[in-house]
Every structure is written in structure tokens, then in C-alpha cells.
């Protein structure tokens, strides 16, 4: 499976506790750089994170954000101390027997400090649920990268085409292209009148042909073509193969347009110059 090394995900976890989003973006880069932006208590997540990111993931620059709100109050539940409220109490009442206009409120017993605590969130419990929300997060995230990738591969598939129809095109005209040479060139020395041996003239046109023959640049093309295309099917972490690839489309299409003597054969390499550009654009976004 190929991937685009352009995506996004975003995944919302609601639970008792709270709340927790995660997000996950990516933009192109020569190799894998991950940036996280984590909550305080959940700072140590981060390299176990990165690990299960390095996994999955190959090239890019991926940012990793969470937000989290856990809820303080609401169903939360309370927790006594009866016996530091028992003290309270007892140190009242006997207040209360110093002074007659001392009464004893129950509320102010329970807003001494330490009687009444708030049960803490089971943060173990809280991070495995965090946790688990990311692995989807991340999945979705895969899963989008290698929509955009699967998009990609159809591009570069008809560009593909476009090039092995050029080079075909080149190869018809060819056999044409080098009868009119061959006849340019006897039309001008008769016109010079220049008596020459016809074994001497057969050997200029051989040299002529060879030099503006282009079957090898042609054959080249098509296993170019070939090799792309198995590339592509193979899929996984092949941008740096491919990008290899229009290198070489590159240096056959300039070739194919410094040997041309045929009009037809310069425009068919310009028009593989501008589908290996196409590719080549396309080719940067994939992992």
C-alpha cells in the first residue's frame, strides 16, 4: 500500500472522566520528524508515542496534539475523614461549653481542611483510555494517507501512459523520418552535382542514421515505464524509487530532443518533459 505523505485525522474520546481530542497532521519532509504537543501529566507518553509513529510511518513531518479536560465536579464522588471530623467536633464542643454564644455548624466542620476530600481520577485508567484513543486516531490517519496515496498512484498511472504513447508514437515516425534524411541528403549532393562513390555516400547515411537514431533512448523509455509501473504496484515506502525513476525518464527525454531532426519528434519531447514534470510534482508528496 502506498501512502501520501500528506494527511490528517482528528478523533474525539467523551468518558466519565472527561473529555480528550486528539489530532494528527502531516506535511511533506525528507525523512520522519514528529513534533508533539501533550499535556503536562501526560508528557510521559511521548516517546512510547513516537515509537508506535516510527512504526507505522516513514517519511513526513508529523504533528501530534491533545487536548484534555477531565471533569472536577458532577458525579464526582467525596470522601470523609471521619476521624479528623470527630476531632473537629469534639474540639467545638468544647468551645461551644467556653462560650455560650459559640454554635456549632456542621457545614464549617466539613470546610476544615482535610475532613472533606475529593476522590482523585484514577489517572492509570484515564491514560490506558487516552491511549486507546490514539491507536484509532493513528488508524484513520493511515487510512487517509493511503486514500491520497491510492489517488497518486492513479495520476502518475496515466501519466505513465501518456509517456509509453509518446515513445510509441517516436517509434512509428522514426523509419519515415530517416527515409527523409537519407533522400535530403542525395537531393542536395545532386543539386551540388558532387560525384561521389555510392559506397561512400551509403556510408555517410549510415552514419547520418545512427547518429539521430533513437531505438535505444525509445527501449529505454518503455522499461522505464515498466519498472515505474511494478514500483507502484509493490507499493510501501517508495517515493525516493520513484523519484530515482524520473531521473532516468529525464535523461532519456533530452536525449531523445538533442538527436531530433523531425518536428513531430520535438514536440513528442516536450510533451514527455511536461508528463515527467507532472509525475515528478506528484512523486514529492508520496512517502
Known amino acids: 500500500m502506498m501512502q501520501s505523505m500528506t494527511g490528517y485525522a482528528r478523533h474525539e474520546l467523551k468518558a466519565q472522566w472527561g473529555t480528550a481530542a486528539w489530532e494528527l497532521r502531516s506535511v511533506n519532509?525528507?525523512?520522519?520528524?514528529?513534533?508533539?504537543?501533550?499535556?503536562?501529566?501526560?508528557?510521559?507518553?511521548?516517546?512510547?508515542?513516537?515509537?508506535?509513529?516510527?512504526?507505522?510511518?516513514?517519511?513526513?513531518?508529523?504533528?501530534?496534539?491533545?487536548?484534555?479536560?477531565?471533569?472536577?465536579?458532577?458525579?464526582?464522588?467525596?470522601?470523609?475523614?471521619e476521624e479528623l471530623a470527630k476531632s473537629v467536633i469534639a474540639s467545638a464542643n468544647w468551645i461551644s461549653g467556653q462560650s455560650v454564644s459559640s454554635q456549632l455548624n456542621p457545614l464549617d466542620v466539613l470546610r476544615w481542611p482535610g475532613v472533606v476530600a475529593q476522590q482523585e481520577e484514577d489517572m492509570d485508567a484515564i491514560q490506558a483510555d487516552v491511549l486507546a484513543a490514539f491507536e484509532t486516531t493513528l488508524a484513520e490517519f493511515i487510512a487517509n494517507r493511503a486514500s491520497e496515496g491510492a489517488a497518486l498512484e492513479r495520476l502518475i498511472s496515466e501519466?505513465?501512459?501518456?509517456?509509453?504513447?509518446?515513445?510509441?508514437?517516436?517509434?512509428?515516425?522514426?523509419?519515415?523520418?530517416?527515409?527523409?534524411?537519407?533522400?535530403?541528403?542525395?537531393?542536395?549532393?545532386?543539386e551540388a552535382k558532387v560525384d561521389l562513390d555510392p559506397s561512400r555516400v551509403e556510408a555517410e547515411i549510415v552514419m547520418l542514421a545512427q547518429r539521430v537514431d533513437v531505438a535505444e533512448e525509445l527501449d529505454r523509455l518503455d522499461t522505464h515505464v515498466a519498472e515505474t509501473r511494478k514500483i507502484l504496484r509493490k507499493g510501501g515506502a517508495c517515493g525516493r524509487r520513484l523519484d530515482f525513476m524520473m531521473q532516468e525518464f529525464n535523461r532519456e527525454a533530452n536525449t531523445l530532443a538533442s538527436k531530433s531532426i523531425s518536428a513531430d519528434v520535438t514536440t513528442a519531447a516536450v510533451e514527455l518533459k511536461v508528463l515527467i514534470e507532472q509525475m515528478r510534482e506528484q512523486i514529492q508528496n508520496i512517502e
Open 29 to 81: 519532509q525528507r525523512y520522519l520528524e514528529t513534533y508533539f504537543r501533550l499535556p503536562e501529566q501526560f508528557r510521559s507518553l511521548e516517546n512510547s508515542l513516537r515509537e508506535r509513529l516510527r512504526a507505522q510511518l516513514q517519511r513526513g513531518k508529523v504533528e501530534c496534539s491533545l487536548r484534555l479536560h477531565i471533569e472536577t465536579g458532577g458525579q464526582t464522588s467525596l470522601s470523609l475523614n
Open 159 to 190: 501519466r505513465l501512459a501518456g509517456v509509453a504513447e509518446q515513445a510509441a508514437f517516436v517509434r512509428t515516425r522514426m523509419p519515415e523520418i530517416l527515409q527523409w534524411q537519407r533522400e535530403r541528403l542525395l537531393n542536395r549532393l545532386a
